[in-house]
């Protein structure tokens, strides 16, 4: 599914086959978890591929490389270039891009002298495949503040992720949502989380969230289209009373939530905010931001 035969990808400065590729299986982030990662996504336009946002996701990511004392040395400048010859190599334009930075053999509990970049690409349709997704308030919880950086994408934090998305999908639910550690909705496995009440869109606020890139983006169009948006903390209880939500989410884009708990929302998804929305993010990606885009 992610690579055949002809598959190159760049790891620790090299073009390899992807079937060539080897890791160490005394590798620290397989052990314990300790590596960082990011998701892009490519969209095929008239002018060639555009990656969407690339400086954000790559200075996001150094920055969270920075966090866990993983450094790697490369500007966002140099791994923006990367990643477009990565297309090139590849022959993809709708593709979805993985960097990840992951330490080498290290079985103690401090940081790896060893630091490993490797970034792949592959065609991924979208995360979800409806935009009318039943959703689960899972008992699984988003980890705390206090105990790791919840504002980097940390490879170990997904575990909790995985957990919560296979609950409920064993249940008969299409996803998850997870509380923060105090009981407040947070976000979903991989993606954040918005709810409609009156034309007001609410969001969970920074410090108990991974404060994703696709969730500013779609704050930036609700305001420029004239609504209010509030970042808020939220009970459950509260989700009874909404209009509608939705999930944003690089791989995810915008999908509209039909139901929370078996609770169906009043509001069609067609008729709501977060579809209004979806639309301008797609004519966007696939019609290049300007201030933030660069052929290369």
């Known amino acids: 599914m992610y690579y055949n035969d002809n598959t190159v990808i760049y790891l620790n400065g090299e073009w390899i086959k992807a079937r060539d590729a080897k890791a160490d299986l005394f590798s620290q982030t397989l052990h314990y978890g300790y590596g960082v ?10 002018d060639g591929p555009h990656i969407f946002k690339a400086r954000r996701h790559f200075k996001r990511l150094l920055e969270s490389s920075k966090k866990l004392r993983l450094n790697i040395p490369y500007t966002v400048a140099e791994l923006v270039e990367l990643s477009y010859q990565l297309l090139r190599k590849n022959n993809l334009n709708d593709t979805y891009i993985r960097p990840l930075v992951y330490g080498g053999q290290n079985m103690a509990l401090h940081p790896s002298k060893q630091v ?40 170990g934090q997904y575990t909790s992720a995985i957990l919560a998305s296979a609950a409920a999908r064993a249940k008969g639910f299409d996803e998850a949502l997870l509380l923060d550690a105090d009981g407040y ?6 993606a954040n989380f918005f709810y409609e009440k009156d034309e007001v869109l609410y969001t969970p606020p920074e410090g108990n969230i991974l404060p994703g890139i696709t969730r500013a983006i779609i704050m930036d169009y609700a305001r420029e289209l004239g609504y209010k948006v509030e970042e808020k ?6 989700l009874h009373k909404a209009d509608a939500a939705f999930f944003t989410g690089t791989a995810t884009e915008v999908a509209g939530i039909r139901s929370i708990d078996g609770k169906r929302f009043k509001v069609e998804w067609e008729d709501s905010i977060g579809y209004s929305l979806f639309l301008m993010y797609r004519q966007r990606v696939v019609n290049k931001e300007i201030q933030d885009f660069t052929l290369v």
């Open 233 to 238: 903390l939220s009970k459950p209880s509260e």
């Open 37 to 46: 990662f990011e998701g892009l996504r490519s969209y095929a336009t008239p």
């Open 185 to 190: 909705i947070a976000q979903g496995p991989g």
């Open 116 to 155: 490993n970049f490797m970034m792949a690409a592959w065609e991924w349709e979208k995360y979800h495949r409806t935009e009318h997704l039943d959703v689960e308030i899972s008992d699984y919880r988003r980890p705390s503040p206090l105990s790791c950086h919840i504002d980097a994408k940390l490879v």
